[in-house]
């Protein structure tokens, strides 16, 4: 079974910066990727990135592309999403959760919170305008 703890929330001002981190631990699938998605309150659970295992596809929502950075360090079993010019519109907790493969690769990803498992306890972000 994965565990995996998030890190990095906070308050940031409209415009500001965050960087969250996310550590697996445990029985990791072989090759899995990672994924991040928020939830703000009152709505469902989206996607916001994901990274195949290689770390040489990265996938990301159109609210956030040019904005936010996925990345990995496999050695460290780590996930990080860099997040710039943040906006009141992108407070949320945000998950990071892992999937197979099959789900997302360097060929394609799914944005599906259903295709993706093993999720952390969450890391809140607030955007202040």
């Known amino acids: 079974q994965v565990q995996l703890l998030e890190s990095g929330g906070g308050l940031v001002q409209a415009g500001g910066s965050l960087r969250l981190s996310c550590a697996a631990s445990?029985?990791?699938?072989?090759?899995?990727?990672m994924g991040w998605f928020r939830q703000a309150p009152g709505k469902e659970r989206e996607f916001v990135a994901a990274?195949?295992?290689?770390?040489?596809?990265?996938y990301y929502a159109d609210s956030v592309k040019g904005r936010f950075t996925i990345s990995r360090d496999n050695a460290k079993n780590t996930v990080y999403l860099q997040m710039n010019s943040l906006k009141p519109e992108d407070t949320a907790v945000y998950y990071c959760?892992?999937?197979?493969?099959?789900?997302?690769?360097?060929?394609?990803?799914?944005?599906?919170?259903?295709?993706?498992?093993?999720w952390g306890q969450g890391t809140q972000v607030t955007v202040s305008s």
């Open positions: 990274i195949s295992w290689s770390g040489g596809s990265t």
């Open positions: 959760a892992v999937t197979i493969q099959g789900y997302c690769s360097d060929y394609g990803c799914s944005r599906a919170s259903g295709d993706f498992g093993s």
């Open positions: 445990g029985r990791t699938p072989r090759n899995y990727a």
